[in-house]
Protein backbone atom coordinates (compact mmCIF):
# COMPACT_ATOMS: atom_id res chain seq x y z
CA UNK A 1 0.00 0.00 0.00
CA UNK A 2 2.70 2.42 0.42
CA UNK A 3 3.36 3.66 -2.78
CA UNK A 4 4.13 7.06 -4.65
CA UNK A 5 3.15 7.05 -8.19
CA UNK A 6 6.55 8.49 -9.92
CA UNK A 7 6.94 9.08 -13.19
CA UNK A 8 8.91 5.94 -13.67
CA UNK A 9 5.47 4.26 -12.12
CA UNK A 10 4.02 5.54 -15.57
CA UNK A 11 5.94 2.90 -18.13
CA UNK A 12 6.33 0.01 -14.98
CA UNK A 13 2.85 -1.44 -15.36
CA UNK A 14 2.56 -4.48 -17.67
CA UNK A 15 -0.23 -4.57 -19.33
CA UNK A 16 -1.72 -7.61 -17.84
CA UNK A 17 -1.46 -6.16 -14.49
CA UNK A 18 -2.15 -3.44 -12.43
CA UNK A 19 -3.90 -2.56 -9.16
CA UNK A 20 -6.28 0.35 -7.43
CA UNK A 21 -4.81 2.68 -5.84
CA UNK A 22 -5.24 4.19 -2.00
CA UNK A 23 -7.69 7.44 -2.75
CA UNK A 24 -7.47 9.33 0.56
CA UNK A 25 -9.53 12.78 1.84
CA UNK A 26 -8.49 14.97 4.64
CA UNK A 27 -10.40 17.90 5.52
CA UNK A 28 -11.84 18.80 1.82
CA UNK A 29 -13.85 21.47 1.85
CA UNK A 30 -14.72 23.92 -0.81
CA UNK A 31 -16.71 26.86 -1.78
CA UNK A 32 -17.49 28.44 -5.23
CA UNK A 33 -17.61 31.69 -3.46
CA UNK A 34 -16.21 33.31 -0.67
CA UNK A 35 -19.95 34.07 1.17
CA UNK A 36 -21.65 30.42 0.07
CA UNK A 37 -22.34 27.44 1.61
CA UNK A 38 -19.52 24.88 0.91
CA UNK A 39 -20.51 22.11 -1.88
CA UNK A 40 -18.15 19.99 -0.18
CA UNK A 41 -17.81 20.41 3.78
CA UNK A 42 -15.09 19.17 5.72
CA UNK A 43 -14.96 15.48 4.09
CA UNK A 44 -12.44 13.02 5.05
CA UNK A 45 -12.57 9.58 3.21
CA UNK A 46 -10.30 6.56 2.86
CA UNK A 47 -10.85 4.71 -0.25
CA UNK A 48 -9.11 0.78 -0.09
CA UNK A 49 -7.14 0.29 -3.11
CA UNK A 50 -9.55 -1.96 -5.63
CA UNK A 51 -12.37 -1.30 -4.16
CA UNK A 52 -15.55 -0.22 -5.61
CA UNK A 53 -17.37 2.68 -4.04
CA UNK A 54 -20.40 4.14 -4.65
CA UNK A 55 -21.41 8.14 -3.42
CA UNK A 56 -25.06 8.39 -3.44
CA UNK A 57 -27.31 10.97 -2.39
CA UNK A 58 -29.35 13.57 -3.74
CA UNK A 59 -29.08 16.44 -6.07
CA UNK A 60 -26.69 19.13 -5.21
CA UNK A 61 -25.06 17.07 -2.09
CA UNK A 62 -21.62 17.51 -3.80
CA UNK A 63 -20.84 14.14 -5.59
CA UNK A 64 -19.89 16.15 -8.59
CA UNK A 65 -17.82 18.49 -6.50
CA UNK A 66 -16.19 15.42 -4.73
CA UNK A 67 -14.99 13.65 -7.83
CA UNK A 68 -13.67 16.56 -9.50
CA UNK A 69 -11.20 17.74 -6.94
CA UNK A 70 -9.88 13.69 -7.30
CA UNK A 71 -8.99 14.46 -11.00
CA UNK A 72 -8.63 18.11 -10.27
CA UNK A 73 -10.91 19.80 -12.65
CA UNK A 74 -12.08 21.82 -9.31
CA UNK A 75 -9.17 22.85 -6.46
CA UNK A 76 -10.06 22.23 -3.03
CA UNK A 77 -10.71 25.37 -0.95
CA UNK A 78 -8.46 23.46 2.02
CA UNK A 79 -7.70 20.23 2.62
CA UNK A 80 -5.77 17.43 0.73
CA UNK A 81 -6.67 14.89 -1.33
CA UNK A 82 -3.86 11.68 -2.25
CA UNK A 83 -3.74 8.96 -4.64
CA UNK A 84 -1.59 6.44 -2.79
CA UNK A 85 0.79 8.87 -1.02
CA UNK A 86 0.88 11.44 -3.63
CA UNK A 87 -1.15 14.56 -3.18
CA UNK A 88 -3.25 15.46 -6.52
CA UNK A 89 -1.99 18.46 -6.25
CA UNK A 90 1.66 17.18 -7.18
CA UNK A 91 0.37 15.55 -10.56
CA UNK A 92 1.33 16.64 -13.34
CA UNK A 93 -1.57 16.61 -16.01
CA UNK A 94 -0.08 13.93 -17.94
CA UNK A 95 0.25 11.50 -14.82
CA UNK A 96 -2.96 12.57 -13.68
CA UNK A 97 -4.76 11.56 -16.74
CA UNK A 98 -2.75 8.27 -16.96
CA UNK A 99 -3.67 7.50 -13.36
CA UNK A 100 -7.51 8.66 -13.35
CA UNK A 101 -10.24 7.82 -15.68
CA UNK A 102 -13.01 9.54 -15.54
CA UNK A 103 -16.47 8.80 -17.19
CA UNK A 104 -19.35 11.52 -17.06
CA UNK A 105 -23.00 10.44 -18.18
CA UNK A 106 -23.13 12.17 -21.75
CA UNK A 107 -20.50 9.76 -22.40
CA UNK A 108 -18.15 12.90 -23.23
CA UNK A 109 -16.65 11.70 -27.04
CA UNK A 110 -15.43 13.91 -29.63
CA UNK A 111 -18.01 13.96 -32.27
CA UNK A 112 -15.81 14.39 -34.93
CA UNK A 113 -13.12 11.71 -33.82
CA UNK A 114 -13.59 8.22 -34.99
CA UNK A 115 -14.22 5.58 -32.30
CA UNK A 116 -10.82 4.37 -32.17
CA UNK A 117 -9.28 7.75 -31.84
CA UNK A 118 -11.63 8.37 -29.15
CA UNK A 119 -10.26 5.95 -26.92
CA UNK A 120 -6.72 6.85 -28.08
CA UNK A 121 -6.67 10.35 -27.11
CA UNK A 122 -4.59 9.46 -23.89
CA UNK A 123 -2.31 6.65 -25.38
CA UNK A 124 -1.10 9.49 -27.46
CA UNK A 125 -0.54 12.00 -25.19
CA UNK A 126 1.21 9.53 -23.53
CA UNK A 127 3.59 9.34 -26.67
CA UNK A 128 2.77 5.26 -27.06
CA UNK A 129 3.80 4.06 -31.02
CA UNK A 130 1.04 3.67 -33.21
CA UNK A 131 1.12 -0.25 -32.98
CA UNK A 132 0.84 -0.39 -29.51
CA UNK A 133 -2.26 2.09 -30.02
CA UNK A 134 -3.73 0.14 -32.11
CA UNK A 135 -3.70 -3.22 -30.54
CA UNK A 136 -5.33 -1.67 -27.00
CA UNK A 137 -7.93 0.18 -28.73
CA UNK A 138 -8.68 -3.17 -30.50
CA UNK A 139 -8.27 -4.92 -26.75
CA UNK A 140 -10.43 -2.38 -24.76
CA UNK A 141 -13.08 -2.73 -27.32
CA UNK A 142 -13.17 -6.43 -26.98
CA UNK A 143 -13.67 -5.87 -23.07
CA UNK A 144 -16.22 -3.85 -23.53
CA UNK A 145 -18.04 -6.06 -25.34
CA UNK A 146 -18.21 -3.85 -28.94
CA UNK A 147 -16.58 -6.20 -31.71
CA UNK A 148 -13.74 -4.00 -32.83
CA UNK A 149 -13.78 -4.76 -36.69
CA UNK A 150 -17.97 -3.20 -36.64
CA UNK A 151 -17.12 -0.15 -34.17
CA UNK A 152 -13.58 0.78 -34.26
CA UNK A 153 -14.16 3.44 -37.37
CA UNK A 154 -17.70 4.64 -36.47
CA UNK A 155 -18.22 8.45 -35.32
CA UNK A 156 -19.89 8.86 -31.95
CA UNK A 157 -23.42 9.83 -33.69
CA UNK A 158 -23.15 6.23 -35.24
CA UNK A 159 -23.67 5.10 -32.11
CA UNK A 160 -26.50 4.33 -29.22
CA UNK A 161 -26.21 5.81 -25.92
CA UNK A 162 -25.33 2.10 -24.36
CA UNK A 163 -22.88 1.94 -26.82
CA UNK A 164 -21.52 5.10 -26.47
CA UNK A 165 -21.09 4.76 -22.64
CA UNK A 166 -18.96 1.72 -23.25
CA UNK A 167 -16.56 3.74 -25.69
CA UNK A 168 -16.51 5.75 -22.93
CA UNK A 169 -15.75 3.55 -20.54
CA UNK A 170 -12.92 1.90 -22.60
CA UNK A 171 -11.79 5.67 -23.36
CA UNK A 172 -11.26 6.06 -19.89
CA UNK A 173 -9.71 2.81 -19.27
CA UNK A 174 -6.95 3.22 -21.77
CA UNK A 175 -3.94 3.99 -20.06
CA UNK A 176 -4.65 1.29 -17.35
CA UNK A 177 -5.30 4.43 -14.61
CA UNK A 178 -5.53 3.20 -10.89
CA UNK A 179 -8.69 4.84 -10.52
CA UNK A 180 -11.77 5.32 -11.97
CA UNK A 181 -14.13 8.09 -11.34
CA UNK A 182 -17.49 7.87 -13.04
CA UNK A 183 -20.03 10.36 -12.41
CA UNK A 184 -23.56 8.58 -13.27
CA UNK A 185 -21.99 6.88 -16.28
CA UNK A 186 -25.36 4.93 -16.83
CA UNK A 187 -28.43 7.78 -15.83
CA UNK A 188 -29.42 8.69 -19.25
CA UNK A 189 -29.75 4.63 -20.14
CA UNK A 190 -32.98 2.67 -20.53
CA UNK A 191 -33.29 0.20 -17.12
CA UNK A 192 -32.11 -3.23 -19.68
CA UNK A 193 -29.01 -1.43 -21.28
CA UNK A 194 -28.07 -0.23 -17.75
CA UNK A 195 -28.44 -3.52 -16.36
CA UNK A 196 -26.24 -4.92 -18.85
CA UNK A 197 -23.63 -1.80 -18.46
CA UNK A 198 -23.52 -2.55 -14.34
CA UNK A 199 -23.14 -6.37 -15.16
CA UNK A 200 -19.84 -5.37 -17.78
CA UNK A 201 -18.62 -2.71 -14.90
CA UNK A 202 -18.32 -5.68 -12.52
CA UNK A 203 -17.08 -7.65 -15.16
CA UNK A 204 -14.63 -5.43 -15.61
CA UNK A 205 -13.87 -4.55 -12.46
CA UNK A 206 -12.62 -7.65 -11.31
CA UNK A 207 -10.73 -8.25 -13.75
CA UNK A 208 -8.43 -5.04 -13.16
CA UNK A 209 -9.36 -4.04 -9.72
CA UNK A 210 -8.54 -0.22 -10.32
CA UNK A 211 -10.32 1.67 -7.36
CA UNK A 212 -13.57 2.84 -8.61
CA UNK A 213 -15.51 5.80 -7.52
CA UNK A 214 -18.94 5.97 -9.27
CA UNK A 215 -22.14 8.42 -8.40
CA UNK A 216 -25.43 8.08 -8.69
CA UNK A 217 -29.20 8.77 -7.30
CA UNK A 218 -30.21 5.83 -7.07
CA UNK A 219 -30.35 3.19 -4.40
CA UNK A 220 -31.09 -0.06 -6.69
CA UNK A 221 -27.58 0.90 -8.97
CA UNK A 222 -25.52 2.03 -5.66
CA UNK A 223 -26.51 -1.41 -3.84
CA UNK A 224 -25.64 -3.37 -7.06
CA UNK A 225 -22.51 -2.70 -7.60
CA UNK A 226 -21.27 -0.84 -4.18
CA UNK A 227 -18.69 -2.59 -1.81
CA UNK A 228 -19.15 0.09 0.38
CA UNK A 229 -21.57 3.30 -0.23
CA UNK A 230 -20.49 6.83 0.70
CA UNK A 231 -23.93 8.42 1.36
CA UNK A 232 -23.82 12.44 1.43
CA UNK A 233 -26.07 15.58 2.37
CA UNK A 234 -25.63 19.12 1.73
CA UNK A 235 -21.45 18.54 0.80
CA UNK A 236 -20.77 15.81 4.59
CA UNK A 237 -20.74 12.28 4.75
CA UNK A 238 -23.37 11.22 6.71
CA UNK A 239 -22.34 7.55 6.40
CA UNK A 240 -19.83 5.00 4.87
CA UNK A 241 -20.54 1.66 5.26
CA UNK A 242 -21.30 -1.90 3.19
CA UNK A 243 -24.93 -1.49 1.25
CA UNK A 244 -26.40 -4.30 3.56
CA UNK A 245 -25.20 -1.99 6.53
CA UNK A 246 -26.37 1.41 5.00
CA UNK A 247 -30.19 -0.72 4.74
CA UNK A 248 -30.40 -2.00 7.29
CA UNK A 249 -28.84 0.07 10.07
CA UNK A 250 -29.26 3.41 8.82
CA UNK A 251 -27.30 5.85 10.43
CA UNK A 252 -29.91 8.73 11.05
CA UNK A 253 -33.19 9.61 9.57
CA UNK A 254 -32.47 10.65 6.21
CA UNK A 255 -30.54 7.41 5.06
CA UNK A 256 -33.46 5.37 6.68
CA UNK A 257 -35.54 7.56 4.08
CA UNK A 258 -32.80 7.68 1.01
CA UNK A 259 -33.18 3.92 0.71
CA UNK A 260 -36.76 3.66 1.69
CA UNK A 261 -36.28 1.46 4.98
CA UNK A 262 -39.83 1.20 6.20
CA UNK A 263 -40.75 -0.13 3.16
CA UNK A 264 -40.27 -3.29 3.64
CA UNK A 265 -40.53 -4.91 -0.28
CA UNK A 266 -38.28 -1.94 -0.76
CA UNK A 267 -35.92 -3.51 1.53
CA UNK A 268 -36.56 -6.97 -0.12
CA UNK A 269 -35.42 -5.42 -3.20
CA UNK A 270 -32.21 -4.29 -1.69
CA UNK A 271 -31.25 -7.19 0.37
CA UNK A 272 -29.08 -9.95 -0.85
CA UNK A 273 -30.73 -13.77 -0.21
CA UNK A 274 -27.41 -14.82 1.58
CA UNK A 275 -28.94 -12.91 4.47
CA UNK A 276 -31.39 -15.33 4.64
CA UNK A 277 -30.18 -18.70 4.11
CA UNK A 278 -30.56 -21.94 6.15
CA UNK A 279 -28.51 -24.62 5.81
CA UNK A 280 -29.93 -27.22 3.45
CA UNK A 281 -29.72 -30.17 6.24
CA UNK A 282 -33.24 -28.79 7.03
CA UNK A 283 -34.92 -29.28 4.22
CA UNK A 284 -35.50 -31.48 1.00
CA UNK A 285 -33.76 -30.52 -1.79
CA UNK A 286 -35.40 -33.07 -4.48
CA UNK A 287 -37.40 -31.64 -6.86
CA UNK A 288 -37.27 -27.59 -5.00
CA UNK A 289 -37.24 -24.75 -7.29
CA UNK A 290 -33.17 -23.29 -7.18
CA UNK A 291 -32.44 -19.75 -6.97
CA UNK A 292 -29.45 -17.89 -7.39
CA UNK A 293 -27.32 -16.78 -5.13
CA UNK A 294 -26.59 -13.12 -6.60
CA UNK A 295 -30.78 -12.40 -6.15
CA UNK A 296 -32.20 -10.34 -3.69
CA UNK A 297 -34.84 -11.31 -1.05
CA UNK A 298 -37.66 -9.74 -2.96
CA UNK A 299 -37.14 -11.83 -6.30
CA UNK A 300 -36.91 -14.87 -3.66
CA UNK A 301 -40.49 -14.14 -2.34
CA UNK A 302 -41.54 -13.83 -5.68
CA UNK A 303 -40.36 -17.38 -6.49
CA UNK A 304 -41.86 -18.56 -3.44
CA UNK A 305 -45.39 -17.11 -4.29
CA UNK A 306 -45.57 -18.25 -7.69
CA UNK A 307 -44.00 -21.51 -7.56
CA UNK A 308 -46.05 -22.30 -4.50
CA UNK A 309 -42.99 -24.43 -2.64
CA UNK A 310 -42.79 -24.07 0.65
CA UNK A 311 -38.75 -23.18 0.45
CA UNK A 312 -36.03 -22.89 -2.39
CA UNK A 313 -32.54 -24.01 -3.07
CA UNK A 314 -29.90 -21.20 -3.56
CA UNK A 315 -27.33 -22.24 -5.53
CA UNK A 316 -24.14 -20.70 -6.25
CA UNK A 317 -22.17 -19.82 -9.97
CA UNK A 318 -21.48 -23.47 -10.22
CA UNK A 319 -25.07 -24.48 -9.48
CA UNK A 320 -23.44 -26.03 -6.48
CA UNK A 321 -26.55 -25.95 -3.48
CA UNK A 322 -25.26 -23.67 -0.60
CA UNK A 323 -28.48 -23.82 1.65
CA UNK A 324 -32.37 -22.83 1.43
CA UNK A 325 -34.57 -20.03 1.94
CA UNK A 326 -37.89 -19.91 3.63
CA UNK A 327 -40.80 -17.55 4.16
CA UNK A 328 -39.78 -17.27 7.68
CA UNK A 329 -35.88 -16.51 7.10
CA UNK A 330 -36.78 -14.21 4.22
CA UNK A 331 -38.82 -12.24 6.91
CA UNK A 332 -36.51 -12.34 9.64
CA UNK A 333 -33.70 -11.07 6.97
CA UNK A 334 -36.47 -8.04 6.08
CA UNK A 335 -37.59 -7.58 9.22
CA UNK A 336 -37.13 -3.69 9.56
CA UNK A 337 -34.42 -1.83 11.16
CA UNK A 338 -34.45 0.06 14.88
CA UNK A 339 -32.98 3.41 13.31
CA UNK A 340 -31.71 5.80 14.29
CA UNK A 341 -29.11 3.09 14.83
CA UNK A 342 -25.58 3.32 15.72
CA UNK A 343 -23.78 2.90 12.56
CA UNK A 344 -20.63 1.31 12.32
CA UNK A 345 -18.83 3.92 10.78
CA UNK A 346 -19.66 7.62 10.26
CA UNK A 347 -16.92 10.28 9.10
CA UNK A 348 -16.44 12.51 11.02
N1 LIG B 1 -19.36 25.55 -10.94
C1 LIG B 1 -20.13 25.87 -9.89
N2 LIG B 1 -20.25 27.15 -9.43
C2 LIG B 1 -21.01 27.44 -8.35
N3 LIG B 1 -21.69 26.53 -7.65
C3 LIG B 1 -21.61 25.25 -8.03
C4 LIG B 1 -20.84 24.84 -9.17
N4 LIG B 1 -20.95 23.50 -9.33
C5 LIG B 1 -21.76 23.09 -8.33
N5 LIG B 1 -22.17 24.12 -7.56
C6 LIG B 1 -23.02 24.03 -6.35
O1 LIG B 1 -22.43 23.14 -5.44
C7 LIG B 1 -23.40 22.29 -4.83
C8 LIG B 1 -23.04 20.83 -5.10
O2 LIG B 1 -23.16 20.58 -6.49
P1 LIG B 1 -22.74 19.20 -7.16
O3 LIG B 1 -22.81 19.38 -8.62
O4 LIG B 1 -21.45 18.77 -6.59
O5 LIG B 1 -23.91 18.26 -6.62
P2 LIG B 1 -24.28 16.77 -7.05
O6 LIG B 1 -24.42 16.00 -5.76
O7 LIG B 1 -23.35 16.26 -8.06
O8 LIG B 1 -25.74 16.98 -7.66
P3 LIG B 1 -26.46 16.18 -8.90
O9 LIG B 1 -26.92 14.89 -8.32
O10 LIG B 1 -27.60 17.07 -9.25
O11 LIG B 1 -25.47 16.01 -10.00
C9 LIG B 1 -24.74 22.71 -5.40
O12 LIG B 1 -25.34 23.58 -4.48
C10 LIG B 1 -24.38 23.44 -6.69
O13 LIG B 1 -25.31 24.44 -6.97
MG1 LIG C 1 -23.57 15.67 -10.09
Do not use: C
Not at 151 to 166: C, D, F, I, W
Amino acid sequence: MERTISTDDLSSHADSEHHGSAVRLENVTKRYGDDSLPAVDDVSLTIDPGELVILLGPSGSGKTTLLKMINRLYEPTSGQIWIDNTEVHDLKPPQLRRHIGYVIQQSGLFPHMRVADNIAVVPKLLGWDKKRIARRVDELLALVDLPPQTYRRRYPSQLSGGEQQRVGLARALAAEPTTMLMDEPFGALDAITRAHLQDELLRIHRQLEQTVLFVTHDIEEAVRLAQKIVVMRDGRVVQYDTPVRIVTQPANEFVAELVGADDVLRRMSLLPVDLAIEPLAHFAANGVPEISRDSYLRDALSQLVESGADHLVVVDNNDHPVGALSLESIQRAAAPPEHPATPAAVAD
